[in-house]
């Protein structure tokens, strides 16, 4: 299609929105009713109407659709009409921003008398029309033809078709005509929470890691949505913030766009109003890009990938636009809502976007969006996290975040925001029977009080007051019914108690002695004091675990002997286990800065990244210089990052920044860490220093790998007629230029590895040779080779048939795939060669541990897919 304007056809449900609203005036003149609230209306388009306004302000071309004449004139008779009440609301929520009008109630439809809505049909309707766009509210437009456009029944046509649908349903007589004779074409688009109304669980605002699994397995599995799995575009869009794209051509894939900053249904506060339109909003602006893409014969998915983008981002500034201060003056519908301004709150590039995973019900960390959006391991994720802050190194990243608990890891972050869902719910509820009762576990030191106290004070920072209470240090129960008549005073005093009960799980008369004792507070909200009952009141009661690390654990779900277990699950029902747990409405495992699995948990040194940052921000400022860079040491840095484990999780590491004499320091020099006999309080001090001293170890040995490797080169060329030899000179008689080519290739060694997911590890005694994979050994040869070849270049060499020194001319100028086969063998036998020399130098190359446990499964079955070499940054990092 080559068309400079196109004809697009907007139809569907027709209907119109009465908008109210009051002023007050005051005046001390005039009549008394001038003295009274003032009551306004105004009735604007709504449905196909709105939606015919909305694509003719995003799309540079030609609309028809449906008309009435003037909504504020009469209207047809049974034109289905909805009534809203607007009030003012600030721009982005600030108290101090403008106010704009939007939503403040919606007080339903006007019942049509006939029982039936009225339909309209396209003005100068168009059988050529180039594309169709369908509003189904499921109002009765999609069972009566004779209101479809006429491009949809024609045969000469092919018209692309986006069907907005709120009620998708395989008995449609519309779906059935689209799908016999525009499925190719059409672009199915579906509100999330319509969808859900189907029957397909996705689950909302946990994370965007989630609600892609779950729509992957609904898709494929759910029969009530089987016939949309034959949809060649399907679009869900998510509130405001995100969308898939399900697309079905040879191959079925899925993408998911998001915000990064943002989860479902984050960005409409309750205190913000809403807006009709929101989702014809969205549609327009992907038709926008659809039209665009059309006119530059652009393929459909790509047009379709830039219209969620677009869509996303008018939307938003949509609704924060709102009726305007003045709605009598304010057309809603303008076009600077499809155009990109300078001061715009959101751009397209906000929104992100990254193909989702088929993954395994088995495998617990098969998916997470930062191992996939990053060109980079998680070991330099986290190195850039506390160098330059989790902003500008997790700009792409989805990062949630409550009060001053920043996470990225996807199990917290589904924990934390399943939690701010309960107390939300629980918060705002009017009336309440019993406390909100919670459970969060971790290992001493995790942070187990901090997480859920900033994820409540997140949510009402000025109704919750935080009471502590350690039941180890509990005498009697006395000691319990006063902590309990504490928590009820606050709750009478007007506030929320957050009441964490420590250690709740310590022995008291037996094990788990005290679970007994809070059954009666905890489902009835009452406790009792000699024969009177004392209510509680509202109230929210966190158990921290202090001798279970995990929820699984304290259950028994961890134990692997089955006598044992039986054992545990007789004494666990003694102690009223099973009716503790049954009045738990929610529980969070702290991760903490330790790897709690080594085969599932893989961000442990990302959370353990933005640990540092954090405590560095707060408690030593002035190391983080006016770029946001951290002045630390890169040993200093790799020590924290990479050791196995801190004795007591947050505390230790805290304990060594405090420990350090950072007072006054422009940086945290190696100098300056605590001793270490002080060191081994909170970690093993030998695997500190080798951490830290790796520079230097690795240093001092460069020249003897080098030599090293020149050597086991030389002894394969003597083995090979073919290949090229330095004359059969040694290392000391060979030129200075070519030492150090083989220098620099040995300090770049330790950043080549990580291509294929190891690092090199300094150790005491020689370690066991490791043997490459093929793929592997292909992957590394070649990346030397791209990195042989742009030095070589950048110092002014060429391709040419002879090796000259003087024109500067060399035959291994050439791509890998072009490089002749001797060449090649060459660089794979002294790659090979790699373990052997490196074990001799005590070093051990190990597998990082940054890999899910079927990632890890799959690569040493086939050798996986690995990526291609480092950026400029990426290489920077890396020579750390």
């Not at 008309?67 to 108290?95: H, N, R, V, Y």
């Not at 219209?307 to 636009?321: H, L, T």
């Not at 004499?661 to 190696?670: D, G, I, T, V, Y």
């Not at 794979?828 to 060669?833: E, F, G, H, L, V």
Request: proline content about 4%; charged content about 25%.
């Amino acid at each position: 299609m080559n068309k400079t304007n196109l004809k697009i056809a907007v139809s569907g449900d027709v209907s119109t929105n009465v908008l109210t609203w009051r002023t007050f005036e005051k005046t001390t003149k005039g009549y008394k009713w001038e003295n009274s609230p003032y009551v306004h209306s105004l009735t604007k388009e709504g449905g196909a109407l709105l939606l015919s306004e909305l694509v003719s302000s995003a799309c540079e071309d030609t609309v028809i659709s449906p008309k009435i004449a003037d909504p504020t004139c009469e209207l047809p008779k049974d034109l289905l009409q909805s009534t809203s009440e607007l009030g003012l609301f600030s721009l982005t929520g600030k108290e101090s921003d403008p106010k704009v009008y939007r939503i403040k109630n919606f007080l339903g439809y006007s019942v049509p008398t006939s029982g039936k809505p009225i339909l309209l049909p396209i003005v100068h309707d168009d059988e050529q029309a180039d594309m169709v766009i369908i509003h189904d509210e499921d109002n009765g437009f999609h069972s009566d033809e004779a209101y479809w456009p006429l491009a949809l029944e024609s045969s000469n046509g092919a018209p692309i078709v986006i069907y907005k649908v709120n009620h998708p349903t395989r008995e449609s007589k519309l779906w059935n005509h689209i799908e016999k004779h525009h499925i190719d074409n059409t672009i199915v688009v579906i509100d999330a929470d319509d969808f859900r109304a189907q029957g397909v669980n996705i689950s909302k605002s946990l994370s965007w890691e989630r609600t892609a699994i779950d729509f992957a397995w609904q898709i494929n599995n759910n029969p009530n949505i089987a016939f949309l799995a034959h949809c060649q575009h399907l679009i869900i869009h998510f509130g405001l913030e995100g969308a898939i794209y399900y697309q079905k051509n040879a191959q079925v894939k899925s993408k998911l766009f998001f915000l990064p900053y943002a989860f479902e249904g984050d960005f409409i506060k309750e205190n913000q109003g809403n807006m009709f339109g929101l989702s014809s909003c969205f549609v327009a602006g992907l038709a926008g890009s659809i039209a665009s893409g059309l006119k530059n014969q652009e393929e459909l998915s790509k047009s379709i990938s830039k219209g969620i983008r677009s869509g996303i981002v008018a939307a938003q500034k949509y609704f924060i636009n709102g009726f305007g201060e003045k709605i009598k003056d304010h057309y809603f519908c303008n076009a600077e809502l499809f155009r990109e301004r300078d001061n715009d709150f959101i751009y397209k590039e906000h929104v992100q976007d990254v193909n989702i995973r088929s993954t395994t019900p088995n495998c617990r960390s098969c998916w997470y969006i930062i191992k996939d959006k990053a060109s980079i391991n998680l070991a330099e994720i986290s190195y850039n996290i506390v160098k330059y802050g989790e902003k500008s190194a997790l700009k792409y990243i989805p990062i949630a975040q409550f009060g001053k608990l920043k996470t990225v890891d996807r199990t917290e972050i589904e924990a934390y925001r399943s939690i701010k869902n309960l107390i939300t719910e629980y918060v705002s509820a009017k009336s309440v029977p019993r406390p909100l009762s919670i459970a969060v576990f971790g290992t001493p030191g995790s942070g187990k009080s901090f997480g859920v106290t900033e994820v409540a004070s997140s949510i009402a920072p000025n109704l919750i007051e935080k009471l502590d209470f350690n039941l180890s240090q509990f005498q009697d129960l006395s000691d319990l019914t006063n902590a309990l008549h504490r928590v009820r005073d606050v709750s009478l005093m007007g506030k929320i108690p957050l009441v964490f009960f420590d250690e709740f799980d310590s022995a008291f008369n037996g094990k788990l002695g005290w679970l007994k004792y809070f059954l009666a507070p905890m489902q009835d909200g009452v406790f009792r004091v000699g024969g009177s009952l004392h209510p509680i009141g509202k109230a929210i009661f966190v158990f921290a675990g202090g001798t279970s690390s995990t929820y699984q654990q304290f259950g028994g779900e961890e134990m692997e002997d089955a006598t044992e277990y039986k054992r545990f699950i007789t004494e666990f029902k003694d102690a009223k286990g099973p009716d503790f747990i049954s009045r738990l409405r929610g529980y969070v495992n702290i991760l903490g800065p330790n790897q709690t699995d080594e085969k599932w948990d893989l961000l442990f040194i990302v959370r353990r990244a933005m640990l540092l940052r954090s405590l560095l921000e707060r408690k030593t400022p002035d190391l983080i210089d006016s770029t946001g860079e951290a002045q630390i040491d890169n040993g200093v840095l790799r020590a924290l990052l990479k050791l196995p484990r801190y004795k007591h999780e947050t505390r230790s590491m805290e304990a060594i920044l405090e420990m350090s004499r950072l007072s006054n320091a422009p940086k945290w020099e190696q100098s300056l860490l605590p001793s270490k006999e002080q060191l081994k309080l909170h970690v093993d001090e030998e695997q500190f220093y080798r951490h830290l001293m790796y520079d230097s170890f690795f240093s001092e040995k460069v020249d003897h790998i080098a030599a090293a490797l020149y050597q086991k080169r030389e002894l394969l060329c003597e083995n090979d007629p073919n290949a090229s030899r330095d004359n059969g000179e040694t290392w000391d008689k060979i030129k200075e230029e070519v030492k150090q080519y083989i220098r620099s290739q040995i300090r770049h060694l330790p950043g080549a590895l990580t291509i294929i997911n190891y690092e090199l590890i300094s150790v005491d005694e020689r370690p066991e040779n490791v043997k490459f994979l093929d793929q592997e050994v292909e992957l590394l040869a070649e990346y030397e080779h791209k990195k042989f070849t742009l030095e070589k270049k950048e110092a002014g060499w060429r391709y040419g048939k002879e090796y000259d020194v003087d024109k500067k001319t060399d035959p291994m100028i050439v791509s890998w795939d072009c490089l002749h086969e001797i060449y090649q063998n060459h660089i794979i036998d002294s790659i090979k060669a790699w373990p052997e020399i490196l074990a001799k130098a005590n070093f051990k190359i190990e597998k990082l541990q940054f890999m899910c446990y079927c990632d890890a499964q799959m690569r040493n079955r086939v050798g996986g897919n690995h990526t291609v070499p480092p950026t400029k940054n990426t290489e920077k990092v890396r020579d750390h």
